[in-house]
């Protein structure tokens, strides 16, 4: 649970971020630091609500049971275009026409 003071000071900190929209070569306008800007700012209850986001998004494999926290890496995986076969069953596809071959031969 979260109190009145706590939600007071994220709607500070908001209201702090909002007047820097853009790069303005100044420091945080939330919390003052040099190194960074508001929208990059620890203190910015947006950026920490985006950041927890992105750490929950996952992809899993139908195929495999496979999970990707790395969107490139589950591209990767489950290749370019929707028609195209993930990873893991091109190869199990690909052992299995060998293994016909083989059986026919
Ligand atoms: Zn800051
Ligand atoms: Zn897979």
């Not at 609500?49 to 589950?74: G, P, Y």
């Amino acid at each position: 649970m979260f109190t009145r003071e706590q939600y007071h000071k994220a709607i500070k900190s908001l209201n702090a971020g909002m007047t820097q929209l853009k790069p303005d070569g100044k420091g945080c306008s939330i919390c003052g630091d040099n190194g960074h800007q508001a929208w990059q700012c620890l203190q910015n209850p947006l950026f920490m609500m985006q950041q927890t986001w992105s750490a929950l998004t996952v992809w899993r494999c139908f195929h495999c049971n496979a999970i990707f926290t790395d969107e490139e890496k589950a591209a990767e995986h489950f290749g370019d275009s929707s028609s195209e076969l993930p990873l893991c069953s091109r190869s199990i596809i690909s052992l299995l026409h060998s293994t016909i071959r083989r059986l026919c031969d």
